[in-house]
């Protein structure tokens, strides 16, 4: 069974930094795009960043030059560097990542992180 878990969230004050990991396990054949969205009250679900599986970027235009997206292969593990953090950002982040399964059945599919919080004060 293929699992995401997301870590890192937190409370910051405005203008800190926060890392975001996001692990995926069990037993993955190929791990194709992996991304993060964030959802914050009241608010649609937004795209923030994603990275192809080799390594090609791309941002929301309200976090490029703030955040960064990046992948570890071996260790099928994505991160978000969110430096200068505004307020604006308070969100809960959710990983999310297309995956073939290893498996008898295997089919390409979404798979999505449970949310980290974050919330960034003034």
């Known amino acids: 069974q293929v699992q995401l878990v997301e870590s890192g969230g937190g409370l910051v004050q405005s203008g800190g930094s926060l890392r975001l990991s996001c692990a995926v396990s069990?037993?993955?054949?190929?791990?194709?795009?992996m991304g993060w969205y964030r959802q914050a009250p009241g608010k649609q679900r937004e795209l923030v960043a994603t990275?192809?599986?080799?390594?090609?970027?791309n941002y929301a235009d309200s976090v490029k030059d703030r955040f960064t997206i990046s992948r570890d292969n071996i260790k099928n593990t994505v991160y978000l560097q969110m430096n200068s953090l505004k307020p604006e950002d308070t969100a809960v982040y959710y990983c999310n990542a297309a995956i073939i399964a290893a498996s008898l059945s295997p089919v390409r599919r979404d798979y999505w992180g449970q949310g980290t919080q974050v919330t960034v004060s003034s």
């Open positions: 069990g037993s993955v054949f190929r791990i194709n795009a």
């Open positions: 990275i192809t599986s080799g390594g090609s970027t």
